[in-house]
């Protein structure tokens, strides 16, 4: 990122009959809880948001873990389409 801060952290992830759950983490920090990418049908899923984050200037690491699968998936797959940083007014 460009500036410390604090930042809204939102994903675009598909949802898919293969698909597990999964954990964010920023920085070794988890975010949000965890995320079920299950879905009956392939198709883009809509804004997940995972709340506020306080991010250093310059590189920080986004990490996703699969925690498990929901019931009905058959796989631990997942798909990402975006990821948005929106600033946080302080």
Do not use: H, W
């Not at 997940?48 to 920080?60: C, E, F, T």
């Amino acid at each position: 990122v460009e500036r410390t801060g604090r930042y809204r952290l939102e994903l675009f992830a598909t949802v898919a009959p293969d698909f597990g759950t999964y954990q964010v983490s920023i920085n070794g920090q988890k975010v949000g809880s965890v995320v079920d990418g299950y879905g009956g049908n392939v198709r883009p899923a809509n804004r997940i948001s995972l709340g506020p984050v306080q991010l250093a200037a310059g590189n920080n690491r986004l990490q996703f873990q699969v925690t498990g699968k929901n019931p009905l998936s058959t796989g631990y797959y997942m798909g990402l389409d975006c990821v948005d940083l929106i600033p946080v007014s302080p």
